[in-house]
């Protein structure tokens, strides 16, 4: 299993994309395209874009490995999207996972679960960050 970091300070805790095989550049600059991502930088070091509007918001960084620093639900709902593309979860430190389920963007931890609501209203919201 490769897991790759995706650490929030607003969050306080880490969140990593698992998946069982690693995700070479090609493929992500596949999954990246269908999906409607930017990839700005090289196989090295490069940013994952999305665009809310005409601005373009970093969603993750690629070194090597696939990390981000969520501080938003959009952000949430943009990685999640990433994850289901990739063939990834995307993971708590305490176990939680984060998905896309019948267009809903939620949390599961053990039996409970919280909804961070549809992905489309998420998405049309944009990048509103958390307050701490």
């Known amino acids: 299993m490769v897991k790759f970091s995706l650490w929030s300070p ?13 995700l070479a550049y090609a493929e992500l600059t596949t999954v990246l395209a269908k999906a409607g991502f930017e990839l700005r930088g090289s196989h090295e070091a490069a940013e994952v874009l999305a665009r809310h509007g005409e601005t373009a918001h970093v969603v993750a960084s690629w070194q090597g490995r696939l990390s ?46 919280y909804e961070f609501g549809k992905v489309a209203e998420i998405l049309s919201t944009g990048p509103t960050q958390w307050s701490r």
Do not use: F, H, K, T
Request: glycine share 16%; aromatic share 6%.
């Open 10 to 22: 607003v969050m306080g805790y880490e969140l990593r994309v698992e998946r069982e095989s690693p």
């Open 68 to 113: 981000g620093q969520p501080g938003s639900d959009w952000q949430v709902a943009q990685l999640a999207r990433l994850c289901e593309l990739a063939g990834a979860r995307l993971v708590g430190e305490d176990g939680e996972v984060y998905a896309i389920r019948d267009g809903i963007v939620e949390q599961v931890n053990g039996g409970s679960s």
